[in-house]
């Protein structure tokens, strides 16, 4: 049972317009959401996050949408630039599970020149 | 700050043969996960510790995982006997204790092959 679902493999973009990544979940109560943006053979670092009680998050470039009702939430890229190219994983946690995070099967993004 | 440490990078196994990988997480981080990820998946968690106790295992293969984290630092994830679908990248994350988020910092990860 998938409960963070990504259902774009790949998106290709082109330099200086937007991306948009999408990340559906099923658990009503996950109330703490985050991205994950993953090179070739590194570990995932951490990007940006929502909580529950907010709608939106912006931080630079990057910015989360959360819809809870749809329980669906987005990553925009604005604007897109080559290094952005990269795999990114939507992750999903409730306050009171430990930090234990599930994550979405991952989006390709590829951003070209 | 140094990082997550992970080793080996590369492993490569013939089923039924054991394997072991090493992590060693940020200083001062007590909380330390072990995932894995399949090539084309999201990572799936498989055990986390808090200092040298495990908080969740629910999803450790224990027929055949074993984790350790003795000393409340260092943590070796085990894997005997091996099978073909244990093939993925062992990726191992450190949280400070007492965060309410979830901002993990992952290690490069240990590649597995099972041949």
């Known amino acids: 049972d998938q409960q963070v679902k990504q259902n774009s493999p790949s998106l290709s973009v082109q330099e200086g317009r937007i991306s948009i990544l999408n990340c559906d979940y099923t658990?009503?109560?996950?109330?703490?959401f985050l991205w994950y943006k993953k090179y070739p053979a590194e570990g995932p670092t951490f990007l940006i996050s929502i909580s529950s009680i907010k709608d939106k998050n912006e931080d630079g470039r990057f910015t989360v949408f959360l819809n809870k009702s749809a329980k669906h939430l987005s990553l925009h890229i604005v604007p897109s630039q080559p290094g952005d190219s990269a795999v990114y994983f939507c992750?999903?946690?409730?306050?009171?599970?430990?930090?234990?995070?599930?994550f979405g099967g991952g989006t390709r993004l590829m951003v070209k020149p | 700050e140094a990082g997550v440490a992970q080793s080996p990078r590369y492993k490569i196994i013939e089923k039924r043969q054991s394997v072991a990988f090493w992590c060693n997480p940020i200083?001062?981080?007590?909380?330390l996960y072990w995932y894995q990820q399949i090539l084309g998946q999201g990572p799936k968690l498989l055990i986390q510790f808090q200092n040298n106790g495990v908080v969740d295992d629910s999803q450790l293969p224990k027929d055949r995982f074993s984790a350790e984290r003795l000393k409340g630092v260092d943590s070796t994830l085990k894997i005997q006997p091996a099978k073909l679908e244990d093939s993925a990248v062992y990726l191992c994350a450190s949280m400070l204790a007492g965060v309410s988020t979830g901002e993990l910092f992952f290690g490069e990860g240990s590649r597995l092959t099972v041949l």
């Open positions: 992750a999903a946690t409730t306050y009171n599970a430990g930090n234990m995070l599930t």
């Open positions: 658990n009503s109560m996950f109330d703490y």
């Open positions: 200083s001062g981080h007590a909380t």
